[in-house]
């Protein structure tokens, strides 16, 4: 789950991080409030996920209340590459003498944490690691050891921040750990970390992801899921209670377990085809789960075939059938349907299928995983 700015700030706060005083606003009035609450100047701050906000003019100073409005107004439903602005944060501004970057995210291959650190910041870190590499300083974490004071010093003393930054820089970076790994972040990532002339380093933004699968011990993320941003594919699934990701290719995937509907999209990718989505129906789905999957599928334009792989144990062949049938009764699909179904009750499952009458362009079986994707990515592709 990805946070907005300001509530990545909220989050930094609860680990001891400086960020500045500000507040949230929906409306201009809101807007004028909050500064005058963090106190002019200040900077108000258009509220999407998406990164280049300053380029777009999502970023503005202003010195007074009649300069909020105008930015505000002008901020406030801008359209920022494809993101709306609803909401702002309006927080006192900085004097900045330097701008870096400093993020720690899992390295699965190295099975560490990764800190990566650069006195080149300000500018999106892509753009940095390809022009000068050597630029970004990465500092693998062993979780069991965790990040030491004297750890992190090194790090921003080659990452050749100035003297004055070091001890400050330091002390950020632990606690941005501490958030990191407590605060069961997937991405915790502060570009611009600033330094003052005053001398202190603080966090002028805030780019925080959220290890969903850990929700279960912080009952305080509920606040960020009632704002998270879901498109309308992503919403329908959650209020089904279906497991659903989204993609940007043309086979719908239905699989019974995340390990099958994986499977099934690198079998899709391997004979030519890009998956749409993939949508997890669980074990032991019954005709219900079947359908409300189809129905998600059917809402995403970009699908033009259906590709439904059940390997049922507890899953049963009978119920996926009657799903799928329930279904078509129901709605439109607007793509074909192939399906290999194996597994517990698989036979009077086919049955099923075949009993309902469904005409084989709308419906086909295959027997084996392969030849359905085989099928699945010729229709998609048009041949
Ligand atoms: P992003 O462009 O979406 O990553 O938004 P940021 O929050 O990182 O802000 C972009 C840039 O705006 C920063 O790199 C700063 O240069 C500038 N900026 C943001 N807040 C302030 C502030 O309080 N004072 C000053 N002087 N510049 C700011
Ligand atoms: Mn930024």
Not at 20 to 48: F, I, L, N, R
Not at 297 to 326: C, P, Q, W, Y
Request: proline share 3%.
């Amino acid at each position: 789950m990805d946070l907005f700015e300001y509530q990545g700030k909220q989050y930094f706060a609860r680990f001891g991080i400086p960020v500045s005083p500000g507040g949230v606003a929906d409306t201009v009035d809101e807007a004028v409030a909050a500064a005058e609450a963090a106190g002019y100047p200040v900077v108000v701050k258009a509220q999407v996920q998406v990164g280049g906000r300053g380029k777009a003019g999502g970023i503005k100073l202003a010195n007074d209340a009649d300069e909020v409005r105008l930015h505000a107004g002008n901020i406030l439903g801008m359209d920022i590459r494809g993101h709306v602005v609803h909401r702002l944060w309006v927080e006192h501004a900085s004097d900045i003498d330097e701008e870096y970057y400093a993020s720690f995210t899992l390295d699965r291959a190295a099975k560490q944490h990764l800190l990566m650190l650069s006195a080149e910041g300000g500018v999106e870190i892509e753009a940095v690691a390809e022009s000068n590499p050597d630029a970004i300083v990465k500092l693998h974490v062993n979780p069991v050891d965790g990040l030491s004071l004297e750890a992190a010093r090194q790090a921003a003393v080659d990452a050749k921040l100035p003297e004055r930054a070091l001890d400050g820089a330091a002390d950020i970076l632990v606690k941005l750990y501490r958030c990191f790994t407590e605060g069961d972040c997937d991405l915790a990532e502060i570009n611009p970390l600033i330094l003052k002339p005053t001398g202190e380093v603080h966090a002028l933004d805030a780019k925080v992801s959220l290890d969903s699968s850990a929700a279960f011990r912080h009952p305080e993320w509920e606040e960020f899921a009632a704002t998270e941003v879901l498109d309308e594919r992503e919403k329908l699934a959650k209020s089904k209670g279906l497991q659903y990701i989204g993609l940007d290719g043309s086979v719908g995937i239905i699989a019974n377990g995340a390990g099958l509907a994986m499977s099934t999209l690198d079998v899709v990718n391997q004979v030519g085809g890009k998956a749409a989505n993939f949508l997890d129906i669980g074990g032991g789905a019954n005709a219900d789960v079947m359908a409300s999957a189809l129905d998600v599928i059917n809402h995403d334009e970009n699908v033009r075939s259906i590709l439904i792989n059940i390997f049922g144990g507890i899953t049963r062949g009978e119920e996926v059938a009657k799903g799928i049938v329930e279904a078509l009764g129901r709605v439109q699909l607007r793509a074909p349907i192939v399906i290999r179904l194996d597994g517990t009750n698989a036979e009077e499952g086919r049955q099923i299928l075949a009993d309902a009458g469904i005409p084989a362009e709308q419906l086909r079986s295959e027997p084996t995983m392969l030849d359905a994707a085989r099928a699945a990515v010729a229709i998609a592709n048009g041949n």
